[in-house]
C-alpha cells in the first residue's frame, strides 16, 4: 500500500481498468493533446485532461485507447453512449461538471434511457468524469456541483467520493458497472493524500462509509464537505459532544439504510451539502430523514448549504458562499440546544 493522492489514485483506477478490459477506452479534450499530441514516438507524454488527471495513459495504451476529442461536451457524450452502446467501456470526460447543460440530452434522454428502450437487451456502460466544486477561484461556469441534477434522473448511477482510497475503488466499480455512472470529482481534492492498495479493488455503488462513529449527533456530507465534517467532529469531542459522521459516497443508488439507521441512533441530524441552496441533494436527505426517521428525532434536521447565488470569484466571497467548518459546527450546536 502507498501513499497517493486523490489524482492519482484516479489515474491509477483507470490504468488497472484498461489493462484488464480491451474495451476499455478514454475520451476527451486534451488526453493526448498539448506537447505530446506533436510527438507520435511518445517521447513526451500528454496533458491527460485540464489537470492531469489521466498524464500517463495515452503513453501506455496509445492513441486508438485514449482518444482526443473536438472541444465539443455533445460529441463527447453522443460518441461515448454510442460506444457504450455497442460494446466498449468509454472513460469519457466532460472536463467541468458544469458544462452538462451543453449535452445534457445525449446523457439524461440516451444514456440514461437505453436500457428502458430496448427492454432490458441492452446495456450503456460508460463512465462520464467531471471536475465539481468551489474554492480553486474558477468563478461560476466552472465551480458548481450539480450532482444533484444527475441524481434526479432515473437510469443514472451518482458517485461524489472524498478522499483518494474511495476515489480508486469506486471508480473501478463505476467502469466494471453496466450502467451509466456519473462520476464527480472535486477540485480541491485532487492533491489530498492517503494510503492507496496497489492492486485493484472495487467499493460497491450505494454503500456508505462512517468515517467517524458518534452518539450524539449525525453529520451527512459529501465529497468536499466530508473532511470538513470529520474536522468538526474531531473539534467537538474535545467539548465530549460525540458526532458521527455518515459518507453517502454515491448519491444513486443511496445507502439509505445507513443514514437511517445513524440517524435513528443519534436523534440528531446536521447535513451538509454544496450542490445547491434549493432542490439540491441535501433537502432530499433532509426529507428522507424526516418522513423515515422522523419518530426517532430529537431535534428538528439542520441543513447547511451555500447560499442560493452563482459561485463568486471573489476570493473572500467565494469562501463565505461555501459551507464552512464554523457553519457545520454552529449547526451541531444548534442541534444539541433543542
Known sequence: MSVKTF?????????????????????????????????????????????????????????????????SESSIMGAAAGAAATGLRPV??????????VCYDDIYNQAAKFRYMFGGNSSTPVTIRGVIGAGAG??????????HVFTSAPGLKVVVPSNPYDAKGLLLASIQDDDPVIFCEHK??????AEVPDEPYT?????????RQGSDVTIVALGAMVPKAASVADRLAAENISVEVVDPRTTSPLDEEAILESAASTGRVVVVDESAARCGFGHDLVSLISIKAFSSLTAPVELV??????????TPLEQAWIPSEDRIEASVRAVMKA
Open 7 to 71: 489524482r492519482d489514485a484516479i489515474r491509477e483506477a483507470i490504468a488497472d481498468a484498461m489493462r484488464a478490459d480491451e474495451t476499455v477506452i478514454v475520451m476527451g479534450e486534451d488526453q493526448r493533446g498539448g506537447l505530446g499530441g506533436s510527438n507520435p514516438d511518445k517521447t513526451v507524454e500528454g496533458f491527460g485532461g485540464v489537470f492531469g488527471v489521466t498524464k500517463g495513459l495515452w503513453t501506455e495504451f496509445g492513441g486508438e485507447r485514449v482518444i482526443d476529442t473536438p472541444i
Open 138 to 147: 474558477a468563478a461560476a461556469q466552472h465551480s458548481q456541483s450539480p450532482y
Open 305 to 314: 448549504t451555500p447560499p442560493h447565488t452563482p459561485v463568486p470569484f471573489s
Open 188 to 193: 480541491m481534492l485532487y492533491d489530498v493524500q
Open 92 to 101: 469519457a470526460e466532460l472536463m467541468f461538471m458544469d458544462f452538462f447543460g
Open 203 to 211: 467499493i460497491p455503488l450505494g454503500s456508505a462509509q462512517f468515517t
